[in-house]
């Protein structure tokens, strides 16, 4: 028993041995590949800070992801922006502030590369709120994550300070960036579309934050009153706006380019490098999804809409998107193939006007060239086959509509023949 009792104990030295080997390449083998590395980063970081001789201090730190103060040690009050604050250095506290601070880790959306920051910001106790961040670009609710509503203005807002919650208002918050280019939301890649809840409780105009470069539609009126684009809701480069009464759910964002024939889209262009109009429905909202010339297509600049349709100047060539409940309409819209590449005319009235709602061909329907109407038929040519939208004034659906106010009395291209 005792020369079996020696290889044992050599066979259990060996065997301890080889695990240990086997541990030590397993966490040595390659970058990252440590236990410590595989641990998710702190999402936050608690810090003290403390002006003990009622002068300031400045107590470095990375402070992009932004500061919150969680719990005053000092009997000197500290009040953000008087006796303590931050920048690109740190925290500072002054008059004999002293404070536990919670430091929001810097992570910018998308990875890294990114160029907008998303944080947290919640009325826990039903009152007002502040969560200091540089809000100089802008701000915009991503997510409402309580059952408060969370109303711009209202439970929500931003000024120089940073951006305030109340009444119970929690919700994830993104500072905008304008760093992308202007008007490249080509595919999906290039940005996620979202709802956002926008609403003239007061009857005044509200404005809601929101990067709408891109284009807004509304996809969900929730007032009595009525939400008509350029009359009680629209939007510039500062967000959307809605006024007397208008409440809505509206979409921003990148739309995904799924091709012709089964998204509502159409193709307007500045071939001449003049203002051209492309007759649409617009007043549910319009998107860019597609850029196709070199000229920029920027909202507001070289592309827009009103109740007259699409308008683009200077070189912008684009494929848009209206927006509308058309699946359910289906029944009222009109198709109109060139089947042959020849010019087919399409029978109706037209007397108050056209709009082309979608574009199913690969060939391009544009206004004038591949189609066109007069007071008796719709025609398209050149392969164009697109469902169209036929006005009629004496609908009450077209009551509050006027598309005299869009019309340039030295531009005749655009009239019916």
Known sequence: MKPFGNVSKN???????????????????????SALSAAPPPQSQAIYCASDDMHRHTCPLDTRGGVELIKQRSEAKCTYGSTWGFDDRGIWVDRGCRADFKIAVYSPAGGSGGDTEIFYCASDDMHRKWCPVDTHRGVEMVKQRSEAKCIQDSTWGFDRQGVWVDRGCRADFRIISYSRRPGSVEGGSSGQSRSLYCASDDMRRNWCAADARGGVELIRQRSEAQCLYGSTWGYDERGIWVDRGCRADFE????DWSGWGESFNIYCASDDMGRDWCPADARKGVRLIRQRSEAECVFGQTWGYGPRGIWVDRGCRADFRVAGD??????????????DMGRHACAVDTRDGVFIVRQRSEADCVYGRTWGYDRRSIWVDRGCRADFEVIDRRSAEWRDWDDRRDRDRDDRRDRPY
């Not at 921003?252 to 739309?255: E, K, L, Q």
């Not at 309409?329 to 109109?336: F, G, S, W």
């Open 11 to 33: 066979v259990v030295l060996e065997c301890s041995i080889a695990f240990l080997l086997v541990i030590v390449l397993f966490l040595g083998s390659g970058p990252g590949s």
């Open 326 to 339: 058309w699946n359910a309409r289906a029944v009222e819209l009109l198709y109109c193939p060139s089947d």
């Open 252 to 255: 921003v964002g990148g739309v």
